[in-house]
């Protein structure tokens, strides 16, 4: 058994919502020590990094309850449980931005914050994208904003962009960029 | 006024933790109607990027409850409220890893999941690296791990590497070697 783990006691269910379930569980520490662990469930969410033939990435600018202000994301949505991640990221790609992409490539996944949430961010990179009709869900109030390398990392600068998954995408097509080159 | 802001038109506290507080709003949506939002309020947090003088990242291993493994991350830790975030990642770097950092930078920080969270990071980047005796707290287990920028990202392939911070931190990384050469 791995030196670390940490072993379940007693597990609580807090609140089940319509975006997170929280969950309280009782541990026993690798030491013997009992502690407790805070859980926010989540069924994962997908973002799609889409470059234009101009040269611009696509993002949507989105005000964000929980941080009472607007800031500028690369599109994304969450998963419905069971669903396929890259049909999701066509689809919020194409309902916030009105863009299709003819191929949507994997590049990463990860935990957005694994101390406290389960949730699993994929990451796509969309290619040969083509104009459509924007067509946000009723409660989603987005606008699309395009933005060259430069202007991005001035965006994250200014703390407009200041979100994970769109910083590690800047990066990511900075590296494209530099690689490229 | 902002087109896209969502009013709060009543918030109530469902769960208060030690690392996390669950709040749930009902909000008027910019086109009149009515919704719910689920928020997590957390105080942030701070993560560091140590490079080694032997060009090696400084990761430590450790067990996430959320996900019911292992994975490798860098250095990182929860902010006390008005706690100075440079002071919590020098204190977090020496704890996890034993390696105190004669300068710290900021780089970048950002919302880990803006869609739920207002979880918000600073990520440090660390130089002048002395090595001392690491020193976690009594209920952190955690294993110090130095890897190359090539390892790394195998690690990331494997999935080892899984998290939104330590992602980042690898493409910012990649980044710098790509620019300095």
Known sequence: MSRLKEQTIRS????????????????????????TRELVKHTGA???MAVTKEGKMVFVRQYRKP????????????????EDPKECAAREL?????YRAQNLKPIVSFYTSPGF?????????ATGLSEGEANPDSDEFVERVELTL??????????EI????????LYIWHNRVLTEK
């Not at 941080?67 to 069971?82: C, F, M, N, R, Y």
């Not at 194409?94 to 009105?98: A, C, D, M, N």
């Not at 430069?150 to 703390?159: H, I, L």
């Not at 200041?162 to 995408?169: E, H, L, N, P």
């Open 117 to 125: 949430a389960d949730e699993l961010l994929h990451l796509y990179e």
């Open 150 to 159: 430069e202007e991005a990392f001035q965006a994250m600068e200014s703390g």
């Open 12 to 35: 609580e269910t807090i609140f089940e919502g319509r975006v997170i379930r929280v969950q309280l569980d009782e541990v026993r520490l690798p030491n013997g020590k009992t502690s």
């Open 162 to 169: 200041a979100d994970a998954k769109t910083v590690a995408a």
């Open 94 to 98: 194409e309902e916030e931005t009105g």
């Open 67 to 82: 941080l009472d202000k607007e800031i500028l994301e690369i599109p994304a949505g969450k998963l419905e449980p069971g």
């Open 46 to 48: 997908v973002s799609v």
